[in-house]
């Protein structure tokens, strides 16, 4: 089996650093600073030092506090100005059903540029969902990432409503992605949550392996179903190309050690 490290993509840099970010809402804490300062006009009047003095004391008493916008203000008014209406720059999008219709894009070079930027390269903590740049919709698995987050604003917060809740997946069992020009939809067969208490954890073996010979593939898809929190239903077999979407998991029983858990939507392509 052809492994490829955590290293060769920052480590866990995509499956922690996307819990970090969607836990903390996706800001931090320390905020920028914008200040006015208006001019003020000196009277040409001849005046004893202290009276000078007291025309200083004056002037700092009239000049206003400092006005700070937070960082996650200005994150909101970036947004503001993307149109939602508008498709992304390669006209990719990723639905399911009338829940979720996202921008789609394709980290080409490990960056994971989108875990905090949009689609037009500006910053935005909330990111947009991206394909890993290992994969591409062409070969055996696709893994797609986008965050979720405490104050329900990541583009995979949604995806939380699948978690140990058969009617929602019943109601929504397809997902449908449109890139360069081509459509696939996937039927969802597996749901669960990944558990990784270290890189070398085996909650950690869909992230980290992409390639597969036919033994290994039938193995593998396979425990995935097994691993479901319900019975989909739904077959796989070695023949099939499969999506996973990964985000963190909000289960509140795993907040203490979030960056450990990842909710894993999988389907198979039909």
Not at 227 to 252: F, H, K, R
Request: hydrophobic residues 30%.
């Amino acid at each position: 089996m052809n492994k490829i490290l955590v290293k060769e993509i920052g480590k866990l840099g995509i499956v922690f650093l996307s819990c970090i970010l969607s836990v903390t809402g996706y800001v931090k804490d320390n905020t920028q600073s914008s200040v006015i300062k208006p001019e003020l006009k000196e009277k040409k009047v001849v005046v004893k030092q202290a009276a000078k003095e007291e025309k200083v004391e004056e002037k700092k008493e009239i000049q206003p506090e400092e006005v700070t916008v937070s960082q996650e203000e200005r994150i909101e008014e970036v947004v503001q100005e993307t149109p939602v209406t508008q498709p992304t720059i390669e006209g990719n999008r990723i639905q399911i059903s009338n829940i979720l219709n996202n921008n789609l894009m394709k980290d080409h070079d490990g960056s994971n540029i989108y875990l905090d930027h949009n689609m037009y390269g500006v910053y935005d903590g909330r990111g947009v969902p991206y394909i890993d740049f290992r994969t591409d919709l062409t070969g055996r698995k696709t893994i797609i990432y986008a965050h979720s987050s405490t104050s329900g604003n990541g583009p995979f917060q949604v995806l939380q409503n699948y978690h140990n809740n058969k009617g929602f997946y019943d109601a929504n069992r397809y997902i449908t992605i449109y890139y360069e020009g081509n459509t696939y939809t996937y039927e969802i067969f597996s749901v669960y949550v990944s558990v990784a208490e270290s890189e070398d954890s085996e909650g950690l073996e869909y992230f980290h392996n992409i390639y597969y010979n036919d033994n290994e593939w039938e193995e593998t898809i396979q425990k995935y179903k097994n691993n479901s929190e319900y019975d989909t239903g739904v077959q796989v077999s070695s023949d099939d190309q499969i999506l996973i979407l990964q985000t963190c998991s909000m289960d509140p029983n795993y907040y203490e050690h979030y960056y450990r858990y990842n909710l894993l939507i999988m389907g198979k392509l039909v």
